[in-house]
């Protein structure tokens, strides 16, 4: 199959050109999907129109699908476990958009998301756009006795600890961590296809570092979280209907842009892509 890869930015990200994901494709064109996958970290597909099960067929593509048994009922699709849909949902009564703070998905389990798929379903007339952050720019670019610092601690993922639990009953936050308990992950990741090492930390999901007084653990997150997204490391998508966008979560961080108001709405399909294990439970 004949198409062509063009990077999006400097720091990650490029747009493929001159594939229709609604057709299947042949091995040689995954297999080459891949090696420009692991090389921009997030690849763009504009202009698609394909059904769920052609998205599901595409997803599955680079891996196992996940079927969001940890993830709240209302946020899953009714009859294909394997797709999410994301958008401002009614849960427990309080509307909620999620992923709007930095995060790469389900960090906080002990099976972090490989990888994830999204397609833009319905979009507001301007905004809605999503960032992505390179995650192996923001280690490489640490001072020597920092890296040799964090490549020794690992930090508690909690996924109750995001803005959009503020205010969450004392039932619902229990039933939230019963379902996903806080997991602790090494601060840095070795990609296990790629060989290179990444920050893994994010605003939403790091709570503390084990063994570091609140001070310690308070200034050494803080610094990180800073870092790792910075502008120079970011790639920002601006959605158009029709797209279809993969990325990796082991080596990027990512966030939905609360740009648009309450009264439009962005509506998104997303599936999950199973990682290796990683991290143990608190």
Not at 71 to 81: F, N
Request: with cysteine.
């Amino acid at each position: 199959m004949s198409y062509s890869v063009k990077p999006l930015s400097s720091a990650l990200g490029a747009e493929v050109e001159g594939l229709d994901l609604s057709q299947p494709l042949d091995d040689a064109t995954v297999a080459q999907l891949r090696k420009s996958w692991l090389e921009h970290q997030v690849l763009l597909f504009r202009g698609q129109d394909v059904t769920d099960d052609q998205f599901i067929r595409f997803s599955a593509c680079f891996g196992e699908l996940h079927n969001h048994q940890n993830y709240q009922e209302e946020l899953v699709h009714p009859t294909r476990k394997e797709l999410l849909v994301v958008k401002s949902h009614a849960v427990n009564g309080k509307v909620i958009r999620f992923g709007q703070e930095w995060h790469s998905d389900m960090s906080y389990t002990t099976r972090p998301a490989m990888a994830s798929v999204l397609g833009a379903r319905r979009l507001p007339p301007v905004g809605g756009d999503t960032l992505w952050s390179n995650m192996y720019m923001a280690y490489d670019t640490l001072a020597e006795p920092v890296k040799r610092m964090v490549d020794a601690l690992s930090a508690v993922h909690d996924v109750t600890n995001g803005s959009s639990h503020i205010g969450d009953r004392a039932d619902i936050r229990i039933a939230n961590m019963k379902r996903n308990p806080p997991v602790l992950q090494p601060i840095v990741r070795v990609h296990p296809e790629t060989g290179r090492r990444a920050l893994f930390v994010s605003e939403w999901m790091c709570t503390r570092i084990p063994g570091l007084s609140e001070i310690e653990s308070d200034s050494i997150l803080s610094m990180l979280f800073k870092h790792s997204t910075r502008s120079e490391f970011v790639y920002r998508q601006k959605w158009k209907l029709g797209d279809v966008l993969i990325w990796d979560n082991r080596c990027t961080v990512h966030m939905a842009l609360r740009d648009y108001g309450s009264e439009f709405s962005r509506e998104m399909i997303r599936t999950s892509l199973v990682g290796t294990p990683s991290g143990e439970l608190v």
